[in-house]
Nanobody
Framework: VQLQASGGGSVQAGGSLRLSCAAS????????VIWHRQAPGKTRELVAH????????YYEDSLKGRFAISRDNTKNTVYLQMNNLNNEDTAVYYC?????????WGQGTLVTVSS
């Protein structure tokens, strides 16, 4: 399985970005995709996850209402819509997929929020 994360960029505070995590290969019938992020000088943290069936979870209350994770199983792609971005959202965002066969990581996409 290969994961390709994209959609990062530079945005002003209050702006929006949509990240994509496109999977190729045998992802299996059931998997879970997790978005992580790592801000400069900080440890990596969990952002959100979504199951094959569309059940989602956000790991920080501050993200609820601003971030939305979704997936299109026909395209093997998971999205992270990020709205009302602030400086604390600046980070490299990584997607991870867990399947019955193993765990896989994308290369990361950089999000920079400026005020």
């Amino acid at each position: 399985v290969q994961l390709q994360a994209s959609g990062g960029g530079s945005v002003q505070a209050g702006g929006s970005l949509r990240l994509s995590c496109a999977a190729s290969g045998d992802t299996g019938a059931i998997n879970i995709v997790i978005w992580h992020r790592q801000a400069p000088g900080k440890t990596r943290e969990l952002v959100a996850h979504i199951t094959t069936g569309g059940r989602s979870h956000y790991y920080e209350d501050s993200l609820k209402g601003r971030f939305a994770i979704s997936r299109d199983n026909t395209k093997n792609t998971v999205y992270l819509q990020m709205n009302n971005l602030n400086n604390e959202d600046t980070a490299v965002y990584y997607c991870q997929m867990k399947t019955a066969r193993g765990e896989y990581w994308g290369q990361g996409t950089l999000v920079t929020v400026s005020s």
